[in-house]
């Protein structure tokens, strides 16, 4: 019964989406990237939130970006990405990659944004960063390893050039497929979200030609 469930539920989606792709205007809502990029695991639509914890944007889009992504279909896998724009944006990178590391994105991805939004914890430097990791429960020097890592930083290096490639001059900023990327300044998260629902089902749909 649970299988059918899902199966009826994925269905509906996919109808959902590729009526409301008919009202999609490339443009308007989307941007098909000039060069489309490898996504991974094969099989699934991939969808990539690229964001930083330092963007006031970013901090009032996740909570409602996560509520959407506990309701992703299973054939969808979703990724945050940290972007690099400027200096002092690469050590919340680093925190969210050591997060990632260590397992603790879903216990403390929310709590780096408030401690930068809300409580002003300037976490721009690594001493700020390993204080904060300390008093969320986090052993420090575990914490600074993962932080110093080789893993993190080739995936710094890689960020770096992925603004790039994708074409990313703001935050946030989602792409499906590796090869939608949505429109600036929607008029809402959540009709950047139905957005991003029926680019996925587009995804889907031109995977399955």
Known sequence: MRALKALIGIACFV??????????????????????????????????????????????FDPVLST??????????FRRVPLIFRKEWEAPAKLYFALE???EVER????????????????????????????KGLD??????AYNSFTVQSKVARVKQMSGA????GVPMLVVAGKY???????????????????IAKARNERKR
Not at 108 to 135: K, P, Q, S
């Open 108 to 135: 403390l991805h929310g709590a780096a944004f408030a401690a930068i939004h809300v409580e002003g914890t300037y976490l721009v430097n690594d001493a700020a960063v390993f204080d904060w990791a300390a008093r």
């Open 68 to 77: 959407w992504v506990k309701a992703l279909p299973k054939d969808v896998v």
């Open 166 to 169: 994708y074409g990313i001059q």
């Open 15 to 60: 109808i959902a989406g590729l009526a409301g792709a008919q009202g999609l205007q490339e443009g308007r809502d989307y941007t098909v990237l000039t060069t489309p990029q490898p996504t991974e695991p094969a099989g699934k639509v991939e969808v990539i939130e690229f964001f930083s914890y330092m963007c006031p944007h970013c901090a009032h």
């Open 181 to 199: 990327r949505t429109a600036d300044n929607p008029p809402s998260y959540e009709d950047l979200l139905k957005i991003v629902d029926t680019l």
């Open 101 to 103: 590391a260590m397992g």
């Open 140 to 145: 420090r020097k575990a914490f600074a390893d």
